[in-house]
């Protein structure tokens, strides 16, 4: 059998397990990088949420969007709008700069755990895709008991989605794992 050699890595004999040198021998790469695109986008979007709650520290600030909220709680006949109000203002008038601050935080820490799987899956690396498998696996439960209080399209979505990602990962892993076992 004559062995295409073009763009792959060339292991010598006995010299272990072969591993995938060149991202664009992987079986899914496409995949991985839209996946890796998705996760970057949220990590930007937990950095501005991240900024807007340290930024909400500023008690000018914070009296700014307190009142924004109460205008928009008054109802200007968008009901979305109006919902979204009326839930997070009292939260909002109960919160310290502590809060704030716990919520700036989490916001960043939850954007380097993205931050690291989409740049790990943009260079098509083994464990990003498993840590991605591992992270996403684990929200799972709260989304499904989500769907569960309360059907929504964009739960639903959500959920459909995360799930896809990770059948698309672990099918990506053993096509992986099925290519370095040939190149042995």
Do not use: C
Request: no cysteine; proline share 4%.
């Amino acid at each position: 059998m004559a062995s295409r050699s073009v763009g792959r890595s060339q292991h010598p004999p006995g010299a272990g397990a072969p591993h995938v040198k060149d991202k664009r021998d992987l079986p899914g790469l496409k995949g991985l990088e839209i996946i890796a695109g998705f996760k970057f986008v949220q990590a930007a979007t937990l950095i501005v949420a991240g900024l807007g709650a340290l930024g909400l520290m500023n008690t000018s600030v914070s009296d700014l969007a307190q009142d924004w909220l109460e205008r928009l709680a008054l109802g200007n006949g968008q009901h979305f709008a109006v919902a979204a109000a009326t839930r997070v203002l009292p939260w909002f008038n109960a919160a310290t700069p502590r809060h704030f601050a716990a919520l700036g935080a989490g916001a960043f820490a939850y954007a380097s755990v993205f931050l690291a799987e989409g740049i790990g899956l943009w260079q098509g690396r083994k464990w990003a895709e498993w840590l991605t498998i591992i992270v996403t696996s684990s929200l799972l439960p709260f989304e499904m008991i989500a769907v569960h209080r309360r059907l929504t399209i964009v739960r639903v979505a959500a959920l459909v989605v995360n799930s896809l990602v990770i059948v698309y990962l672990v099918w990506e892993l053993r096509a992986r794992t099925r290519l370095e076992r040939e190149k042995r």
